[in-house]
């Protein structure tokens, strides 16, 4: 079961590829895409290279994948679509029927930033020069029709977030190199080697209990990764390590901060100044709260840990020079110490469920900031259709591969598109479940808890 939710059975190309066919029958007039984020998961690709004498793997590398440089993110991108045939030919279609795509940037495909990168999707999905100009990428925002902004959301997330996504880069010796945040991190230098924990579900790796744990590993973990412990030690040090040393690097600097900063608003159909704004508005990042840091990574409860252990062996060492004792007595402090460690660690909340509210509690300003009535999210994986004191909200949560248990059976989520169409009073929008099986069977769920049930054909007609 190692890596079971990225097998090819599980990919959801088929699923992207009915719906856009099914808008373009449906649909009259140009369509919109706007795929918001973490569509193209860097931090997964542990292919190396191995005709390419420009890019000599580390050591590291070859153990965690590629670097996130540009020559590197290239090769990876171009694995990525080679990988992903249907995906491809289903955009070359849709933009060759004149249709618009418009790529808002995550923080799993932060990598996307990079020019070579866009380059390398442009030749690939694009064929004529016509085509490529209707393609965009976004950094981290798109304003829609003046009505909307589509945002990931990952900017305000404190684990999750780009420092600073007009100048992502930073300096790392002779080389520039994406500064990618602390969660990809995580999911990049300890999940990748966690074979049985899906990056795309909490739940999977953040347990309800003791219990839960032990029956996890029982279950799983003893059959194909008992030595999971050290993997995750391993890899958890490393991603705080490399998390505070990169975060304190000062970003590369641009000659030009106004001028990038026109550029961006460009692209998002806003004004430079909304561009300054919005980003104003963005989380505090965490890596500069190195203990929150490693609360995340549960390296705390090692440290903790590691001081019982080490005061118990003081104090029986103490106690030695004064009357020879058997060394059974040892865990006599232990035990009288292990309550505090216990106390300590059932105190300690996991902070990701609270960091991800931070989007939804962002919606008001960002709206009113950026001039629209509606905000559309996702990153957080939980759809969602509401209203935040007069602004209309929306999260399509996740198309990724995510499932309850290990063995893949139990899907979890929806896979839910947002639609946005003009209506009698300016345009409106409703949250719609594509099914597979039924392509033109969907529902579309209500702020309210009421689901109804339409066809394409019925949605346009309405």
């Not at 305000?156 to 945040?181: A, I, W």
């Amino acid at each position: 079961m190692w890596k079971l939710y990225k097998r090819v059975e599980h990919f959801v190309d088929d699923r992207v590829e009915q719906l856009l066919d099914a808008m373009m029958k449906e649909v009259e007039g140009t369509i919109e895409l706007v795929l918001n984020g973490d569509i193209f998961d860097f931090d997964s690709v542990m292919t190396l290279p191995i005709d390419d004498p420009l890019i000599r793997p580390t050591v590291f590398e070859r153990m965690f994948g590629l670097n996130a440089e540009e020559r590197r993110s290239r090769f990876k991108m171009r694995t990525v679509l080679h990988e992903h045939p249907v995906f491809v030919e289903a955009l070359r279609r849709f933009l060759t029927a004149g249709h618009r795509v418009i790529f808002v940037i995550g923080n799993h495909d932060i990598e996307l930033h990079w020019p070579l990168v866009q380059e390398e999707l442009l030749n690939t999905v694009c064929k004529t020069p016509e085509r490529r100009e209707l393609m965009r990428f976004c950094e981290w925002f798109y304003v829609s029709n003046g009505d909307t902004l589509i945002e990931h959301g990952h900017q305000h997330d404190e684990y999750c977030l780009s420092l600073n996504p007009l100048s992502p880069t930073v300096q790392m010796g002779k080389h520039h190199r994406m500064r990618v945040p602390f969660g990809n991190l995580a999911e990049r230098y300890m999940m990748n080697r966690m074979g049985l924990m899906n990056p795309h579900v909490d739940a999977s790796f953040i347990k309800a209990s003791a219990w839960e744990y032990l029956l996890f590993f029982y279950r799983h973990v003893l059959r194909v990764q008992p030595m999971l412990f050290f993997a995750w030690l391993f890899g958890a040090s490393f991603t705080l390590m490399h998390a505070l040393s990169e975060g304190i690097l000062p970003a590369k600097r641009d000659a030009r901060p106004h001028e990038r900063a026109s550029q961006v608003a460009q692209k998002a159909n806003v004004t430079p100044d909304v561009v300054w704004e919005l980003k104003e508005l963005h989380a505090h990042p965490a890596i500069f709260r190195p203990w929150k840091i490693a609360q995340e990574l549960w390296l705390d409860r090692v440290v903790v840990l590691g001081a019982v252990l080490f005061l118990s062996f003081q104090a029986f060492s103490v106690a030695n020079v004064f009357v020879a004792a058997s060394s059974l007595w040892f865990f006599a402090p232990f035990l009288f110490l292990l309550p505090l460690f216990v106390f300590y660690a059932r105190g300690v909340q996991p902070q990701v469920e609270r960091a991800l509210k931070g989007a939804r509690e962002s919606v008001l300003e960002t709206a009113r900031t950026a001039g629209v009535s509606r905000v559309i999210h996702g990153h957080t994986h939980v759809e969602q259709h509401t209203f935040v004191e007069g602004i209309e909200y929306l999260n399509t949560g996740t198309w990724s591969p995510a499932f309850h248990d290990a063995e893949c059976k139990d899907p979890y989520g929806q896979k839910c598109f947002a639609w946005v169409k003009p209506g009698p009073n300016g345009r409106e929008a409703g949250l719609h479940v594509w099914h597979q099986e039924q392509p033109l069977k969907q529902e579309r769920t209500e702020p309210k808890p009421s689901v109804l049930k339409a066809s394409l054909a019925n949605r346009v007609a309405t």
